[in-house]
């Protein structure tokens, strides 16, 4: 069962929102357009605001079905983590298009949402206090990203969980390195 949920959650990541959008409701090439990044920042550039908030919520709501489906199969919250994980690659690296995806911040911030609403908080706290000292908001946003880990083991103690976390801001740093 654990494998299959693995797997689930992989192929439920590889459903990029963005291309879907681009189809449903405009001309279908937002690989072709911006930053060619099949995401929300860039669907807001390309498209404007609901396409933002379309993709935002629909890329978000892939990490809360990952973790909202391995809490009611009953595995671990560690493992809750690795399919989080598993989503977030497919999102990054999804297998019909030759590997190449988007960067998975949505599906991240979904996963937090629905793994501990505190997260969240304290990613919002640390991005508002980044803006008002002026930061720009891509710093903002990794800084709020990097405080994760620490915040979710100061949170709960499970070292384990905040390991985990801390692989998957590692994994948005590849993701994000890997378009520059």
């Not at 991240?108 to 505190?118: C, H, L, S, V, W």
């Not at 949170?155 to 993701?175: D, F, P, R």
Request: charged share 15%; net charge positive; hydrophobic share 55%.
């Amino acid at each position: 069962m654990a494998m299959i949920y693995v797997l689930s959650c992989y192929i439920v990541g590889t459903l990029l929102t963005a291309e879907w959008v681009s189809r449903l409701l405009y001309d279908g090439k937002i690989r072709e357009r911006g930053s060619r990044n099949p995401g929300a920042r860039n669907m807001g550039r390309v498209y404007g605001k609901t396409a933002f908030i379309l993709t935002l919520l629909g890329d978000a709501s892939k990490g809360i079905v990952a973790i909202s489906v391995g809490r009611l199969l009953g595995l671990s919250e560690e493992f809750i983590i690795v399919g989080l994980l598993s989503a977030m690659t497919g999102h990054i690296a999804p297998f019909y298009r030759k590997f190449k995806g988007g960067e998975a911040v949505a599906t991240f911030i979904g996963g937090i949402t629905a793994f501990n609403p505190m997260l969240l908080v304290v990613f919002l706290s640390v991005c508002a206090v980044a803006l008002l000292v002026r930061a720009s908001a891509t710093v903002a946003g990794w800084l709020g990203f990097i405080i994760i880990p620490l915040a979710s083991y100061l949170l709960t103690k499970e070292l384990t969980t905040a390991v985990l976390l801390g692989g998957a801001v590692l994994l948005l740093v590849i993701a994000a390195q890997r378009d520059k």
